[in-house]
């Protein structure tokens, strides 16, 4: 059974560019993971500052698998050169790649995938 994380992060408007961008420069980075399914950037359309970073594994253990393995840690690593504060366990410490985080707030939501469809081949 697939698990869905999101990462919910509260993004001021000033700095929505930026995280997008820092995202995009990262685009890749998560793609070749054993178990990783769907990765999207959800920005949001009004009433919030959050931004969605939704991802979905094949199952927990390839979640894990993939934040403790050198691609995880080279990406934070990376962001953390670059003069961000880099991230703790499921992101929590706000986005922090490039100068600072771009993000004043994070938390981790997780679900199993119950029912899903798709369009038909």
């Known amino acids: 059974m697939s698990v869905v994380k999101i990462n919910v992060l509260t993004v001021p408007a ?14 890749g980075m998560v793609e070749s993971a ?3 399914e769907w990765f999207e950037l959800l920005r949001p359309v009004e ?3 959050r931004y969605l970073v939704y991802t979905r594994w094949r199952s927990e253990e390839d979640f894990q698998k993939w934040q403790q393995g050198q691609a995880f840690q080279r990406g934070h690593a990376q962001a953390a050169a670059q ?4 991230h703790g366990q499921g992101h929590e410490q706000g986005h922090g790649h490039g100068q600072g985080p771009a993000a004043t707030g ?5 679900f199993e995938v119950a029912e899903s469809t798709g369009p038909k081949a």
């Not at 000033?14 to 685009?27: D, G, P, T, V």
């Not at 994070?106 to 997780?110: A, D, I, P, R, Y």
């Open 14 to 27: 000033e700095m929505r560019e930026e995280l997008e961008r820092r995202f995009s420069n990262r685009a």
């Open 34 to 36: 054993d178990g990783f």
């Open 47 to 49: 009433g919030t500052e």
């Open 83 to 86: 003069g961000g504060q880099g």
């Open 106 to 110: 994070s938390e981790v939501w997780t």
